[in-house]
């Protein structure tokens, strides 16, 4: 074999072509209930999958047992419902979790989530030193992106730290946490703010850390090897790929500069993806799947900053959730990548272009600049506190959506090329989507009613006495949390225990003087038609924008209240998480003129019944308007129950929105 | 929004019941131009359905942003509903966001958690429209009519300097919030704005050492002031933290247990001025004044039974629009 060959093609020590190993191949996964979960899991496993990543519906992902008021319309909706321990042995029955790498997306209770991991481990009379895994636990970007939060900013960092304190001595393998930077982008990140974010979050965790002062040096070194990152790839994908780059050379100089750590492998920046999915169409949904590769080659093509696992969506995610065939489709999508394809036979192919040197020492240098804004701040918990990271992202998104209003950014098949045949995809009797069983949650019900009244009651009472007096302690909450497990607690026990303490928190919207940048003919016709209004009723239009339920996406009500303070109107909006009755009370309270309701989770027809019966409460007869993922088969029944119109992401343009929005009050009988 | 089924005298003696959406229905009628027929007839039916109905006592809140002042409230009004299970409150939070469309974007309901479907708190957001943090021009009426319902109305607004002064203006006790070490001392001491307030809230006292030596900044800022003013007596310093629950109790009690009211036809005349200088400048206060010292109208102000009479503020406007339609066409 000749020496010319060696240089561009990756070989053994023997001079024989050794391809790179690919990446973990995963799908993000679970719906229902646990069982239907273990079925899927089995399923996917035996299709080729090297991974697990389970996906969480709502209440389990904020703290709620299946049986609490809030959870009742979101049960299985978005992820498995996880309600005890007796939930994670239906969830892993026949896996063997000692040979699993499992992903836990789950953030606020984390900590819960992995105590009953370790319990159920205990119990198979498996080592801890074998469990492999991630839990998510990224607080920071659910304050600022997602919304499953449920603790203030230092008590969850304080709940991270103790699970890095547990693991590093219990769980050496376990990733405690990891930090996110995938829903930054989905709020509307820039590369500049995902990469600068991310990185200010591993700061504020690692110095939270060094302040609890818990390890030796050696100790602090393999903490900082466990810290991995979990990213987000969208369509511009030489930039992203770029971004990786400046990710992995930033957190080599940061690990070394700020940590002092000397051992290589420790400072090596590893992280998995899940590709972009806010980019995503519900119009002329095919075109996804193109999409979905380029942003996958995004994060595989440049072998020195190359993903470690990676998750792609399902072409269909922006019209519901996707049938067990399409996530097949998506997993075949990375093993054509890995196998088919030459790509995992070279080094990396991107060293020394100067395009690609050049675009990543930019990203680097405004994320330096950025990082240094947030550590002068006071770190990410003071940017969380004083909503300056929320506010920027709010911004962005902003920008991104004017953008795309004024076809300055083109979307294919949204604001451009909008005339096609409708794709066969779609025509199955199903509609092309999966919706899930509304009688499933029973079976969840009945297992979460037959433990707790199995359980020693004495011994739980106890378990959960002790954890809350842990947590006023101020002791390592780990061993309380894994006795609470054995107890056989509930995740609404366990959530509430730590709320007595901690108490819940409330952190600023960001959409304090945003402005839109937007100002063609359709403003003005709005603008018009908002001052007639004010001119026939004496004040301005009002609007209560609510995001009701346990979906905490805010981005589509972010954009709501935006544009109708854009358009003149005077906006009413207090975040998430919200329950139909505050809703309603903000509304009437404020005698709004109109009541705008988001909602992404699924749980829309359950949710405006709720909102009508307040209504009717206070005989308030104001319209309601709704937006959110909602497939059109529920379109009648909605409008039936008294709501006036229905957004969905094909309605992208803010301004025809404020328009029929302003139309609806605007017939309304006027004041006496 | 009132449909023209609903009479006014019905609205009223719902609203009077305390049910929120009448209420609500009237409070966006007072925030209506040209509302002066409107609030003549409001007030008139309030007194002949219930004369001796509630005069709340108004409680301004004031401070810079950031201060925490909305987390206080909401703590105050959880407090509120253990502490004085006979009473009501009401809130009108004045929030300065606004722009060139002339919306704003009310926020400061986040941070007020209210039980539902309670009828002792009332919680309105109002925009300051362009006044940057003061009141806005229908502020005083609409607390004039809560005032009615409610035992306690609390206005908070944001800003530093000339705002807290209006706010003062329509209150009974007006407190300035403010953060540990936040060097708001010095700058308040130099706006001359440290004489306004009725009492101080340091908020934010998450810890001990801070929170004291910042107490005993201002402590001592104040009696350097007392010693300008040597009449008054120094004004309470609260020292209160939201996150740790502390200091509160202490805050909602001197409210609940409030002796002092403000005279209310000073406040009158106060507001009548401020209206009329926004609306006709000095041409208007010219008038006003040829309209005070008019010896009949000083006369009509004193009671046949001794003492001053109550000034009804729709009646004086009415009294000075006819005045100056009069001076304007004569």
Same mark, same amino acid.
Request: net charge negative; glycine share 8%; aromatic share 8%.
């Given at each position: 074999m000749?020496?010319e060959?060696?240089?561009y ?5 023997n001079?024989q072509?050794?391809p790179?190993?690919?990446w973990i ?5 679970g ?18 999958q090297t991974?697990l990543?389970?996906a969480f519906?709502?209440p389990t992902q904020c703290?709620?047992?299946?049986d609490h008021?809030? &959870?009742r ?7 498995v419902?996880i309600n005890s321990?007796?939930?994670f042995?239906?969830?892993f029955?026949? =896996?063997p ?5 499992t992903s836990m997306?789950i953030?606020?209770t984390?900590?819960w989530?992995l105590?009953?991991y370790v319990? @159920?481990?205990e119990?198979?009379?498996v080592?801890?030193e074998?469990?492999?895994?991630t839990t998510?636990n990224d607080?920071i970007?659910?304050? @600022?992106?997602?919304g499953?939060y449920?603790?203030p900013?230092?008590?969850s ?8 304190e547990y693991c590093?001595? #219990? /769980?050496?393998?376990?990733n405690?946490?990891?930090?996110c930077?995938?829903?930054?982008q989905e ?6 703010q995902e990469l600068s974010f991310a990185?200010?979050?591993?700061i504020?965790?690692l110095d939270?850390?060094?302040?609890? #002062? ?5 100790e ?7 810290i991995?990152f979990?990213v987000n790839a969208?369509?511009r994908?030489v930039?992203?790929m770029c971004?990786m780059?400046?990710f992995s ?9 700020r940590?002092?750590?000397?051992t290589?492998k420790y ?6 993806v899940q590709v972009n !999915?806010?980019?995503?169409t519900e119009?002329?949904p095919?075109n996804?799947a193109?999409r979905?590769?380029i942003?996958?080659l995004?994060v595989?093509?440049?072998? #020195?900053a190359?993903?470690r ?12 959730l996707?049938r067990?065939w ?5 997993l075949r @999508?990375?093993?054509?990548?890995a196998?088919?394809t ?12 100067k395009v690609?040197e050049g ?10 600049l950025?990082?240094?804004k947030?550590l002068?701040m006071g770190?990410?918990l003071?940017?969380? %506190?004083n909503?300056?990271m ?6 962005s998104q902003t920008?991104r959506?004017s953008?795309?209003?004024?076809n ?6 949204k604001n451009?090329?909008t005339?096609? /045949?409708k794709?066969p995809l779609m025509?199955d009797s199903?509609?092309g989507i999966f919706?899930v069983?509304p009688? &499933? ?7 979460? &009613?037959?433990?707790?009244g199995?359980?020693n009651?004495e011994v739980?009472?106890?378990s959960l006495?002790?954890?809350k ?6 002791k ?6 894994i006795a609470?497990?054995?107890?056989? /607690?509930?995740?609404?026990e366990?959530a509430?225990a @730590?709320?007595?303490?901690y108490?819940?928190?409330?952190p600023?919207?960001?959409?304090d003087g945003?402005k839109?940048?937007l100002?063609?003919?359709k ?9 007639a209004?004010?001119k026939?009723h004496?004040?301005r239009p009002?609007?209560?924008v609510?995001?009701?339920g ?12 935006v544009?109708?303070k854009h358009s003149?109107?005077?906006?009413i ?5 919200l329950?139909p ?7 009437v ?5 109109v009541i705008?309701l &988001?909602?992404?989770?699924?749980s829309h027809k359950e949710?405006?019944?709720?909102l009508f019966?307040e209504l009717a409460?206070?005989k ?6 709704i937006?959110? $993922?909602?497939?059109?088969?529920d379109?009648?029944?909605l409008?039936k129950?008294g709501?006036r119109? =229905?957004?969905t992401?094909k309605?992208?343009?803010l301004?025809s929105?404020?328009?029929k929005?302003?139309d609806?009050?605007?017939v309304?009988p006027a004041l006496v | 929004?009132?449909d023209s089924?609903?009479t006014l ?10 049910e929120k959406?009448p209420?609500?229905? /009237? $409070?966006s009628k007072i925030?209506?131009?040209n509302?002066l027929?409107f609030?003549e007839s409001?007030?008139h039916e309030?007194?002949s359905?219930?004369p001796?109905a509630k005069?709340?006592l ?5 401070g810079?942003p950031?201060?925490?002042k ?5 703590e105050?009004c959880r ?5 004085a299970p006979d009473k009501?409150?009401a809130?009108?939070a ?6 060139v469309?002339g919306? !704003?974007?009310l ?8 039980p539902?479907r309670?009828?002792r ?11 940057l943090g003061?009141?806005?021009p229908?502020?005083?009426h609409? $607390?004039r009519?809560l005032?009615?319902?409610?035992d306690?109305?609390f206005?908070?607004?944001?800003g530093?300097g000339?705002?807290e ?6 209150s009974d006790?007006?407190?300035?919030v403010?953060?540990?070490?936040? *060097?708001d001392?010095v +700058?308040?001491?130099k706006?001359?704005i440290? %004489?306004?307030?009725e009492a101080?809230i340091?908020?934010k006292?998450d ?6 030596s ?6 001592s800022?104040?009696e350097f002031?007392?010693?300008i003013?040597?009449? +008054?007596?120094l ?6 933290s ?8 202490e805050?909602?009690?001197y ?19 401020q209206?009329?200088?926004?609306e006709?400048?000095?041409f208007?206060?010219?008038i006003?004044e040829?309209?005070e ?8 102000r004193l009671s046949p039974l001794? *003492?001053?009479?109550?000034l009804n ?5 009415r009294?000075?629009?006819?005045l100056?339609?009069k001076?304007i066409?004569?």
């Amino acid at each position: 074999m000749s020496a010319e060959k060696k240089d561009y093609l990756l070989v053994d020590e023997n001079g024989q072509g050794k391809p790179d190993k690919p990446w973990i191949f995963r799908t993000y996964a679970g719906h229902t209930n646990a069982k239907a979960s273990n079925e899927l899991y089995r399923k996917n496993l035996s299709k080729g999958q090297t991974g697990l990543s389970i996906a969480f519906d709502l209440p389990t992902q904020c703290g709620y047992s299946s049986d609490h008021e809030v &959870s009742r319309p979101e049960i299985g909706k978005v992820g498995v419902p996880i309600n005890s321990l007796e939930d994670f042995r239906i969830l892993f029955d026949q =896996i063997p979790i000692e040979e699993m790498n499992t992903s836990m997306t789950i953030n606020g209770t984390s900590m819960w989530l992995l105590s009953l991991y370790v319990a @159920l481990a205990e119990e198979r009379g498996v080592p801890l030193e074998k469990l492999n895994g991630t839990t998510q636990n990224d607080l920071i970007k659910e304050y @600022l992106a997602r919304g499953t939060y449920i603790y203030p900013p230092k008590d969850s960092m304080k709940i991270i730290v103790d699970m890095y304190e547990y693991c590093l001595h #219990n /769980i050496p393998k376990w990733n405690p946490s990891n930090i996110c930077s995938y829903h930054l982008q989905e709020a509307g990140a820039t590369p500049v703010q995902e990469l600068s974010f991310a990185l200010a979050t591993a700061i504020a965790v690692l110095d939270a850390i060094k302040e609890r #002062n818990c390890f030796t040096s050696e100790e602090f070194e393999q903490c900082v090897g466990r810290i991995s990152f979990f990213v987000n790839a969208g369509i511009r994908f030489v930039e992203e790929m770029c971004k990786m780059r400046a990710f992995s050379e930033m957190w080599e100089e940061i690990t070394k500069d700020r940590y002092g750590v000397k051992t290589a492998k420790y400072r090596v920046f590893r992280y998995g993806v899940q590709v972009n !999915s806010l980019g995503l169409t519900e119009e002329q949904p095919e075109n996804n799947a193109w999409r979905i590769l380029i942003e996958a080659l995004g994060v595989t093509l440049s072998r #020195n900053a190359r993903c470690r696992a990676l998750q792609l969506p399902a072409w269909n995610e922006a019209l519901s959730l996707p049938r067990p065939w399409d996530q097949q489709w998506s997993l075949r @999508l990375q093993q054509v990548l890995a196998y088919e394809t030459d790509l995992l036979e070279y080094p990396d192919i991107f060293e020394g272009s100067k395009v690609i040197e050049g675009k990543v020492k930019a990203l680097k240098e405004e994320a330096k600049l950025e990082i240094q804004k947030i550590l002068d701040m006071g770190g990410a918990l003071v940017a969380i %506190e004083n909503g300056y990271m929320k506010s920027q992202l709010v911004k962005s998104q902003t920008e991104r959506l004017s953008k795309i209003n004024s076809n300055e950014l083109v979307i294919v098949g949204k604001n451009k090329w909008t005339d096609g /045949i409708k794709s066969p995809l779609m025509t199955d009797s199903d509609g092309g989507i999966f919706k899930v069983d509304p009688k &499933s949650a029973e079976q969840t019900l009945g297992v979460l &009613s037959e433990v707790k009244g199995r359980r020693n009651a004495e011994v739980a009472k106890k378990s959960l006495e002790e954890l809350k007096q842990a947590a006023r302690d101020g002791k390592n909450l780990m061993p309380y949390s894994i006795a609470c497990a054995k107890a056989l /607690i509930t995740t609404g026990e366990w959530a509430d225990a @730590l709320r007595e303490v901690y108490g819940e928190y409330n952190p600023p919207t960001g959409v304090d003087g945003q402005k839109l940048f937007l100002s063609d003919d359709k403003v003005s016709t709005v603008r018009g038609k908002v001052e007639a209004f004010t001119k026939a009723h004496g004040h301005r239009p009002k609007i209560v924008v609510g995001k009701p339920g346990l979906d905490g996406h805010s981005n589509g009500a972010e954009m709501i209240a935006v544009s109708a303070k854009h358009s003149g109107f005077d906006v009413i909006y207090s975040g998430i998480r919200l329950s139909p009755e505050e809703i309603v009370q903000s509304a009437v309270e404020e005698n709004a003129n109109v009541i705008g309701l &988001s909602i992404l989770s699924g749980s829309h027809k359950e949710i405006a019944k709720q909102l009508f019966d307040e209504l009717a409460h206070y005989k308030a007869k104001i319209p309601v308007v709704i937006g959110g $993922i909602i497939p059109e088969s529920d379109f009648e029944e909605l409008k039936k129950m008294g709501i006036r119109e =229905i957004f969905t992401p094909k309605d992208y343009d803010l301004m025809s929105i404020m328009n029929k929005i302003i139309d609806i009050i605007s017939v309304e009988p006027a004041l006496v | 929004m009132i449909d023209s089924t609903e009479t006014l005298s019905q609205l009223v003696s719902q609203a009077l019941l305390g049910e929120k959406f009448p209420i609500a229905k /009237i $409070i966006s009628k007072i925030e209506t131009e040209n509302n002066l027929d409107f609030r003549e007839s409001l007030f008139h039916e309030i007194q002949s359905q219930k004369p001796n109905a509630k005069d709340g006592l108004t409680i301004g809140i004031t401070g810079t942003p950031g201060a925490g002042k909305s987390s206080l409230l909401g703590e105050l009004c959880r407090l509120f509903l253990n502490f004085a299970p006979d009473k009501k409150m009401a809130i009108v939070a004045i929030d300065p966001s606004s722009n060139v469309s002339g919306g !704003s974007i009310l926020g400061d309901r986040t941070r007020v958690t209210l039980p539902r479907r309670d009828t002792r708190i009332y919680f309105r957001s109002q925009p300051s429209q362009l006044e940057l943090g003061g009141l806005n021009p229908y502020t005083y009426h609409v $607390i004039r009519f809560l005032r009615k319902i409610f035992d306690y109305v609390f206005i908070e607004t944001v800003g530093i300097g000339q705002n807290e002064i209006s706010v003062s203006l329509v209150s009974d006790i007006s407190f300035l919030v403010m953060q540990p070490l936040g *060097g708001d001392q010095v +700058q308040f001491m130099k706006s001359g704005i440290m %004489e306004v307030p009725e009492a101080f809230i340091i908020n934010k006292c998450d810890e001990e050492s801070l929170a004291n030596s910042s107490y005993y900044m201002l402590q001592s800022t104040l009696e350097f002031i007392k010693d300008i003013l040597p009449d +008054q007596s120094l004004p309470p310093i609260f020292k209160t933290s939201v996150t740790k629950r502390k200091g509160i109790e202490e805050l909602l009690s001197y409210i609940l247990h409030y002796p002092k009211r403000k005279d209310k036809n000073a406040e009158t005349i106060t507001q009548l001025m401020q209206w009329i200088r926004n609306e006709y400048g000095r041409f208007g206060i010219g008038i006003w004044e040829k309209m005070e010292s008019n010896s009949w109208n000083k006369a009509v102000r004193l009671s046949p039974l001794g *003492g001053i009479h109550k000034l009804n503020y729709e009646e004086e406007e009415r009294k000075f629009v006819s005045l100056i339609q009069k001076q304007i066409t004569s």
